[in-house]
């Protein structure tokens, strides 16, 4: 608990040697037809580390965390993973990577049940049989881990508030023991508890040495959980930050394009 | 100063109920058809006739199980019927050459699941609309159903383990009833309790959801088509064994009927939702009726008539009458 404690408010202070990066991100274009979502992004993330990824609307920001997630295979560039250089064809090569998105359309099925959509994709099995029993108890750890009440946890998703689904994206993507966890406006529908619960558990993966990148339009959130601020502009990284070293104005006038580039 | 209350626990019934609707009023349609022929018949409600039913009744049901896969993920396989009459006359072709029947069954799956492939990868990995796919699919493999037999029905000889697939019993009840009731067992555990039902479930709510997490999603779209054309193959051999003989003229409209049943049962064609049970009992209440309208005399034209307006119904009443979670629709006040 110290050790977590002393770990989130580093960064903060006296900035300690930056440990390797365990994802880079070198020079990434996407274009969707004529339109270049992202126009040459450089980017380091770093384990036991927050990255708040900020920007206007459209500036990219999903684009450049779906590329990362592996849903979105870049036209130009390079990503290395702890210093190898790798290429996701599938989300699925990124997520046995131990790289996991909480993304902003949540990617919930609606007509399966909250058990069944935290383990979508590693269903626990019983010999040739899903093993719902296993499956049921542990959602009930996992949702109680992050401090999410719903009633019914064999209740149809579609039947839930936008809030708790989106709770729901947010417990899949964390607990499976991601090693990089993009979380794409993750606290968009959630109460005031929530959010705070929220900001609780990426304090708690940081402590474990999970790299997050959290994209948001909460500034406020930033200056709680971040390390370092990317501020995106029209698919270009224009600036960098340390928490420590910037404030709520800089970071505002750097998304509209004030910040003297 | 408000006094804070936790609300309360919907109660299990409700909402056993709520989640149950469209089965439970599939349920009561089937009753109400049969308490109608039995009132208006006398000889509806004979075990000979009701077995009879059940017999007719199992090529559609088996084809039916597999289209609830093909309708959850939100897509449709026009060209079963087709199958069908292809299977029946090429199984009867086949043994009419000499080939042993077992062969002949096993060749037949082979290629009902080889077809089915062939346009499960146009629809998955070329992305061209099932509709599409399987209405060509519906002409194609009907012509060549027409083209192997000239359009002569073509007898089955000295075949004794074939034919008791279509004629036999088993302690008095029909065999192709008997493989049905398997094939919707089947249907039921993996729909409900496997991890490639899961599969097809996730693949028809949100495609690109089951992508991201890491399912073959384009695998398993592909993949209902197998599974029903392996069905209709065995629907086709089981037609040409009750019959002792195979046509291309076999199983007109049996896609309608098929289809009917399944929509009937409350499988939505949106995709993501699937009820076996549904299907089950939509299959039998559309095999109830064709049977009932013949013992009532009616023209067995009629039965068509009667299968579209099924469809028209069960699709109005899906999409109007029952709201999004199934419950009769509210209107809300304005
Ligand atoms: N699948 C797609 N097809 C076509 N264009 C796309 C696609 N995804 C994103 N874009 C375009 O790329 C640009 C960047 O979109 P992106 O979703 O990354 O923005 P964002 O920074 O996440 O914005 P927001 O804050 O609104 O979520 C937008 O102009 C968008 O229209
Ligand atoms: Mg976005």
Redo the contacts between chains.
């Keep these: 608990m110290m050790a977590a404690e002393a770990q989130a408010t580093r960064g903060r202070g006296d900035a300690p040697l930056p440990p390797e990066p365990i994802l880079r991100l070198r020079n990434i274009h996407k274009s969707f037809g004529s339109h270049e979502a992202l126009r040459g992004v450089d980017l380091d993330i770093r384990p036991g580390e927050c990255l708040g990824l900020i920007g206007d609307n459209a500036a990219g920001k999903s684009t450049l965390s779906k590329v990362i ?1 592996g ?1 979105y295979i870049p036209d130009v560039g390079e990503i290395e993973l702890n210093g190898r250089a790798v290429r996701f064809s ?3 090569e990124a ?2 990577l131990n790289i996991e ?1 909480v ?1 902003q359309d949540l ?6 049940d909250v058990v ?1 959509n935290l383990f ?4 626990l ?1 019983r010999g ?3 093993d ?1 029993k296993r499956m049921l108890a542990q959602a009930e750890t996992m949702l109680a881990a992050l401090e999410i009440r719903i ?2 946890l064999t ?2 998703v ?2 839930l508030s936008g809030g708790q689904r989106q709770a729901i994206a947010i417990a899949r993507a964390a607990s499976f023991e991601p090693k990089i966890l993009l979380m794409d406006e993750p606290t968009s529908a959630l109460a005031v508890a929530e959010v705070e619960a929220v900001l609780g558990l990426i304090n708690r993966v940081k402590a474990r040495g999970v790299a997050v990148v959290l994209v948001t339009h909460r500034m406020q959130d930033l200056f709680r959980v971040c390390d370092r601020v990317a501020v995106m502009y029209e698919g270009t990284k224009v600036a960098e930050r340390a928490i420590g070293e910037t404030d709520l104005q800089e970071l505002v006038d750097l998304i509209v394009g004030k910040g003297g580039h | 100063m408000a006094s804070y209350t936790e609300r309360q ?1 919907g109660s299990r019934l409700a ?1 056993y109920l709520s ?1 149950r609707a469209q089965v439970l009023s599939i349920a009561l349609f089937f009753a109400i058809c049969i308490l109608f022929f039995s009132a208006t018949t006398t000889t509806f409600l004979t075990t000979g006739n009701l077995l009879n039913v059940v017999r007719q009744a199992a090529p559609i049901l088996i084809v039916a199980v597999a289209m609830t896969l093909v309708i959850t993920t939100a897509g449709i396989d026009l060209s079963v019927g087709s199958l069908v009459a292809l299977i029946n006359a090429l199984a009867a072709i086949l043994m009419a050459a000499g080939l042993p029947w077992p062969v002949v069954v096993v060749l037949m799956l082979v290629a009902g699941g080889l077809i089915g492939g062939v346009q499960g990868w146009f629809i998955s990995y070329q992305g061209i609309p099932a509709f599409i796919v399987t209405l060509a699919g519906l002409s194609i493999l009907r012509g060549f159903a027409l083209l192997l037999t000239e359009g002569y029905s073509i007898p089955i000889r000295d075949a004794a383990g074939f034919f008791w697939l279509g004629r036999g019993e088993v302690l008095g009840f029909p065999v192709p009833a008997l493989l049905a009731i398997l094939v919707a067992i089947l249907g039921f ?1 993996v729909m409900l ?3 490639y039902g ?1 599969q097809v ?2 693949v ?3 495609m ?8 073959p999603a384009k695998r398993v779209l592909a993949s209902v088509y197998v599974v029903s054309g392996v069905a209709s193959a065995i629907a086709g051999m089981l037609i040409a064994a009750r019959l002792g003989s195979g046509s291309s003229n076999a199983a007109q409209g049996f896609e309608l009927q098929v289809i009917a049943a399944v929509v009937l049962g409350g499988t939505s064609l949106m995709g ?2 699937a009820s076996m049970t549904g299907t089950v009992l939509g299959t039998m209440t559309i095999a109830v009726i064709g049977n009932g309208l013949i013992l009532m005399h009616i023209s067995p034209f009629f039965t068509q008539i009667v299968t579209g307006t099924i469809i028209l119904v069960a699709i109005w009443m899906n999409t109007r009458l029952f709201d ?2 199934w419950r009769f629709a509210r209107r809300k006040p304005s």
């Design positions: 997630s849903t599938t989300p699925s997520r046995d998105m993304y990617s919930l099925c609606d007509h399966v069944g979508l994709g590693r269903e099995k040739p049989f899903l719902q009633p019914r209740a149809k579609e039947k | 626990a909402d989640e555990i309790h496997t991890q899961r479930v996730a028809g709510s949100n690109e959801a089951a992508r991201r997490v890491g399912m993501g939702r999004r979670n």
